[in-house]
């Protein structure tokens, strides 16, 4: 199923891109597909907050065909 996917910020700049196609299996979730995208490296993962069709969800929450899936990294500054 195709998931679109809105990179922000540093997680933007990751990827090179801010929309992307992501083609996933039934029932992934969204932690899952975080994990996909950004797997974890020495340092560990970014945490994120994750957001579906501009709705905060839970990290288990399913995702279904035609979903946006956000990931929202902490915001800097001072």
């Known amino acids: 199923?195709?998931?679109?996917v809105r990179h922000f910020?540093?997680?933007r700049e990751q990827r090179g891109c801010e929309l992307e196609e992501?083609?996933?299996a039934?029932?992934?979730t969204a932690a899952a597909?975080?994990?996909l995208l950004f797997p974890p490296g020495l340092e560990g993962q970014l945490p994120v907050l994750f957001a579906v069709n501009q709705a905060y969800v839970a990290r288990a929450a399913v995702?279904?065909?035609g979903d946006e899936v956000a990931f929202i990294p902490p915001l800097g500054g001072g």
């Open 1 to 4: 199923m195709k998931i679109h």
């Open 9 to 11: 910020a540093v997680l």
């Open 22 to 24: 992501v083609e996933v």
């Open 26 to 28: 039934p029932g992934t």
């Open 33 to 35: 597909l975080y994990d």
């Open 63 to 65: 995702l279904v065909e």
